[in-house]
């Protein structure tokens, strides 16, 4: 649509019946000929007025036009009805993510002990300090575990809600308005109702639902910076510098990432040299040496290029330089999460597609893709996460649980537009892809992660459960240097110095706070007698409800 300076001025239809228009037309002044019927009036004048007067008349008046450019300014800002649907959709999205973490928080249901960490994280950052996070151990500055500088845009929001659960609504939000660009980029290539029905498809994905269930990780912020990135790319045509940006960003929410913004890199001089050959076609034979060369001289092969340059160093630097000066041991702490024995004795090829829950993995991408969109180009943008997940040796890398796909979705899912798009002129092959997507990311989202909205008995704690808790948390009370159970972690950072027990080795802490499943409670001991073993002193319990304990320090 173009802007309204873009359109000349025009004459509408109701100007050209006035007086005015009229004498314009015929180069009568609007009162001559009354003054010739009257009689002893001037003789009509039929010259044309001179150049001066002319520049005189436009000083003292409004050029035409301008009105009519301030109304059409003022028309192109009502909301586009196309693009408030696909906010409404992403918002009702929004809303059931939020539902289903207001129902983990409320349950204290804890996958892991990331939300504490993160939590700890954003309120050390809110509070202007180095993210020290004692759950990782004591001391622990958490720059040295991951490389995710960009978390600290969480501080001020942690700052201003101070909550575990602010975490999880901040990656909630942001899950869904990642769906805004690519049912804008759907909706421009496959018309209003498919591009709603992919944006649906999207925002109900096994992957997104999975993040949202493993509560927050640094990732919410790289789905709607791909998203963003991959949608505004295509959409300009590769003009777009905020998608470079976008996409150039990704090196500051974790390490690995710097592989994907160089895959990214590569795919765009792949696409360039795609259509330097011949227009539209990916076929790897049609290119030639000649037609490369000709490709890197182009201002998008450049930026490819870059852009890939870009992202190789950052990963490199993070890994080799950045994380091992600030880790306490002076390396990369997950190293060991590649075992090159286990390489060898196997062979790569074989870690990369057994066990079978890889394939599992894979078959659930192609399917989000829509199955057409696995010959995009933009699906290669998955293989560095692919590569790094499916070599590790830890088991849940490997799986489509957890929030280790989040990132592929909107790569899956841009892949699936693009595909169709080219393949337009096939009756009915959109429609098929776009359902295909949607039936497997719903059955396989609704399975395992959605039904729990309607069946909450077998992940919810008793009413009387979550009191004990909630009277756990209470009792523990606000500045003290508490040991905590996983369960209790996030609820207790607010206000809290927090340790966890399994981390805790060494700490000076006053308080210890457990709930049934934790390891001083599994050890069958009692929290004070277990708290005097591992921290010295006299201890005794002030609480004890449903098998959550607290401990306090008497001497």
């Not at 509408?12 to 228009?21: E, W």
């Not at 809600?161 to 804008?184: H, K």
């Not at 066990?355 to 993995?361: A, R, S, Y």
């Not at 599994?522 to 409800?545: H, M, N, P, Q, T």
Request: hydrophobic residues 45%.
């Amino acid at each position: 649509m173009s802007s309204p300076e873009d359109s000349p001025p025009s004459t509408s239809a109701s100007d050209a019946g006035t007086p005015s228009a009229k004498a314009s037309a015929t180069g009568t002044a609007p009162n001559a000929s009354l003054a010739n019927a009257e009689g002893g009036g001037e003789r009509e004048r039929t010259d044309t007025p001179s150049a001066d007067e002319g520049a005189g008349h436009d000083e003292r008046t409004p050029k035409p036009g301008r009105s009519r450019r301030l109304l059409r300014r003022l028309r192109g800002l009502r909301p586009d009805p196309r693009s408030l649907a696909h906010w409404i959709i992403a918002a009702v999205a929004a809303g059931a993510y939020i539902a289903y973490s207001a129902f983990q928080w409320r349950d204290f249901a804890v996958p892991s002990w990331d939300l504490g960490i993160f939590s700890e994280l954003a309120k050390q950052y809110g509070g202007l300090h180095a993210p020290t996070v004692d759950i990782k151990g004591p001391g622990f500055n958490l720059l040295g575990d991951h490389f995710h500088p960009l978390l600290v845009l969480l501080g001020p929001v942690y700052w201003l809600f101070p909550s575990g659960l602010t975490l999880l609504v901040v990656q909630d939000l942001l899950f869904a308005a990642s769906a805004v660009p690519i049912m804008r980029l759907a909706s421009a290539r496959l018309g209003d109702h498919l591009g709603a029905a992919v944006g649906v498809s999207y925002l109900m994905s096994w992957g997104l639902w999975s993040a949202v269930e493993s509560q927050f990780h640094e990732i919410a912020f790289a789905v709607p910076l791909i998203s963003y990135s991959l949608c505004s790319w295509i959409e300009s045509e590769g003009r777009s510098r905020s998608a470079i940006v976008s996409m150039a960003a990704l090196v500051f929410v974790k390490e690995d990432l710097g592989l994907t913004v160089a895959a990214f890199g590569l795919v765009v001089i792949w696409i360039e040299w795609g259509r330097t050959t011949r227009e539209g076609d990916f076929d790897l034979y049609v290119r030639s040496l000649t037609s490369l060369m000709a490709t890197l001289r182009s201002r998008t092969a450049r930026i490819g290029a870059g852009l890939a340059a870009w992202g190789i160093l950052w990963t490199l630097l993070a890994i080799t330089v950045i994380l091992p000066a600030i880790h306490p041991g002076g390396t990369w702490e997950y190293t060991d999460r590649l075992s090159q024995t286990d390489t060898m004795t196997t062979g790569p090829f074989t870690r990369l597609i057994f066990p079978t829950v890889k394939l599992q993995t894979l078959g659930l991408l192609a399917l989000a893709a829509g199955v057409i969109g696995a010959v995009s180009p933009y699906m290669w943008i998955m293989v560095p996460t692919l590569a790094w997940r499916f070599l590790g040796n830890v088991d849940f890398y490997w799986g489509w649980h957890w929030h280790y796909s989040a990132i592929l979705v909107p790569m899956a899912v841009v892949a699936l537009v693009d595909s169709a798009h080219k393949r337009r002129r096939i009756r009915g092959a959109a429609a098929l892809a776009v359902a295909v997507s949607l039936c497997s990311n719903l059955a396989v989202a609704w399975t395992s992660t959605i039904d729990q909205f309607f069946d909450r008995q077998p992940h919810a704690l008793t009413a009387r459960q979550r009191t004990a808790a909630e009277g756990a948390v209470a009792i523990a009370g606000s500045g003290h240097r508490v040991v905590a159970s996983l369960r209790l972690l996030a609820y207790l950072v607010p206000d809290n110095r927090v340790f966890w027990e399994g981390t805790a080795k060494g700490a000076d802490v006053d308080v210890v706070a457990v709930d049934p499943a934790s390891a001083a409670s599994s050890s069958g001991e009692a929290a004070d007698k277990w708290a005097e073993e591992r921290f010295g002193g006299r201890w005794r319990i002030v609480y004890l409800k449903e098998g959550y304990q607290v401990a306090v320090r008497i001497e």
